[in-house]
Structures are given as C-alpha cells and as structure tokens.
C-alpha cells in the first residue's frame, strides 16, 4: 500500500511540473528583415521572467524581467554599452532611474504615480 501512495504522489509532482511547462512558451519575434526583435518566455500571451529585445542591427538593446504588473529593465547603447535602469510598473516609469555614460552617473530620476 505505502507503494502505492509514493507512486501516486510521483506521478502528481511530475503531471505537475509538466503542466507548469507547457504554460510557458520561448518565443521570438522579428524585423521585416528577418533579424531577431525579442526573445522570451510567455504565458496568456504576455511576457513573463526575463525578455531581451535587440536593436534592428542585432546587439542587444534590453533585458527586462517580467514579474506581474512591475518590469525591471536595464537598458543598453546601439554600441552594447549600459546606459540606464529602472522599473516600470503598469507600463509607466516607476521609482528611481539611473542613466549612465562609461562609468559615470549622468543623471537620477525619481517617478511616481500621479
């Protein structure tokens, strides 16, 4: 009988874990031209964990993590280098954003709700 029940209970964690897979879908989105626009994972067709978005020439040009309503993003240069970061919450700026040129803090923003 104790057999049975860890069977049981093996079959629910992996039935489980498959279905939490499959809610998830990797997905890619494109420019006319063929090149890679976003890459990330979706769920209900919304973006959800961590989504890179590149620039039409290739380099990467975003990488924002989806969690809910709220996204933190970090922001980057056509030439691949950092320059700003932030969250947006509902699609608006949110919080404190920094924007950065090299190594050095070019300015600071706060963003509340109006």
Not at 3 to 27: D, H, M, P
Not at 51 to 73: F, I, P, S, W
Not at 77 to 97: A, N, T, V
């Amino acid at each position: 009988m104790k057999r049975y029940f860890l069977l049981f209970c093996w079959s629910v964690i992996l039935l489980v874990t498959a279905n939490k897979g499959e809610a998830q879908e990797l997905k890619s989105g494109y420019y006319p031209d063929g090149k890679i626009r976003y890459k990330g994972y979706f769920k209900d067709g919304k973006p959800v964990g961590e989504l890179m978005r590149y620039y039409q020439e290739g380099c990467l040009q975003a990488k924002m993590n989806y969690q809910g309503d709220t996204v933190k993003a970090v922001l980057y240069s056509r030439d691949g280098k950092y320059f700003s970061s932030g969250q947006y919450i509902c699609r608006e700026k949110m919080g404190k954003w920094e924007y950065w040129k090299e190594d050095c803090l070019l300015m600071s923003e706060e963003y509340r709700h109006h």
